[in-house]
């Protein structure tokens, strides 16, 4: 089945820097890559996707690039803001009748004043 | 803004006993799953509907969790009897089910703590 591995898994950054979250995943059939946020206590939300017929989605302050090739995709966060602290969740899908997202173990991000 | 629907939120129970949580997804979305995220991990996914059908209940412990879509509507995951592992977060999640990887919109979850 599909593994997908995130790192780090803790990022302490001040505001204003740019935070950068990486996950590469197994299974060469898997063409969706959804990034979540979860706010403590929170449920997840998405916050950006990204489909494998594209190589970067670009939404405001964050970022996502998908590099299929190599099997790896990554969350860019400009800009940060104390909002942005929250855990990051990667997770990748193949297409078809089974669309079951297997998430990497998330990102604790925390943005300094 | 519609929004999937969980209860209850918290539940505490006794190793052994039977526990039941509830899941409403927006309307018209035909595929609804249930994941469990234990502290500090990602949502591992424990069954799949589309519509009443179940589409992938492999990491589904079945000796003792069951889960029921009897109208395709709303959902049941029930475990029983509950063990000290369950411990963890059950969240419910619901995407329109068309064909193709698609978003998928999570309720807020029931956190349980078996003691």
């Known amino acids: 089945g599909e593994n997908v591995e995130q790192h780090p898994s803790t990022l302490s950054v001040q505001e204003g820097d740019s935070a950068v979250i990486k996950c590469t995943y197994s299974?060469?059939?898997?063409?969706?890559f959804p990034w979540y946020k979860q706010e403590l206590g929170k449920r997840p939300q998405l916050i950006i996707d990204?489909?494998?017929?594209?190589g970067e989605k670009k939404d405001q302050r964050i970022a996502v690039t998908l590099n299929k090739t190599a099997k790896h995709f990554s969350l860019h966060i400009t800009e940060t803001q104390p909002e942005d602290s929250a855990v990051y969740f990667c997770?990748?899908?193949?297409?078809?009748?089974?669309?079951?997202?297997?998430f990497g173990k998330g990102t604790l991000l925390t943005v300094n004043p | 803004e519609a929004e999937v629907a969980q209860s209850p939120r918290y539940k505490i129970t006794e190793k052994s006993q039977a526990v039941a949580f509830w899941c409403d997804p927006i309307?018209?979305?035909?595929?609804l799953y249930w994941y469990r995220q234990i502290l500090g991990q990602g949502p591992e996914l424990l069954v799949q509907?589309?519509?009443?059908?179940?589409?992938?209940d492999s990491q589904l412990p079945k000796d003792r969790f069951s889960a029921e879509r009897l109208k395709g509507v709303d959902s049941t995951l029930k475990i029983q009897p509950a063990e000290l592992g369950d411990s963890a977060m059950y969240l419910c999640?619901?995407?329109?089910?068309?064909?193709?990887?698609?978003?998928?919109?999570f309720g807020p979850g029931t956190r349980l703590l078996v003691l």
């Open positions: 509907f589309q519509d009443e059908s179940v589409v992938d």
């Open positions: 999640a619901s995407s329109l089910g068309n064909r193709g990887p698609e978003t998928q919109y």
């Open positions: 990204i489909r494998s017929n594209v």
């Open positions: 309307s018209g979305h035909a595929t």
């Open positions: 997770a990748a899908s193949r297409g078809g009748s089974n669309y079951k997202l297997t």
């Open positions: 299974d060469s059939a898997s063409n969706y």
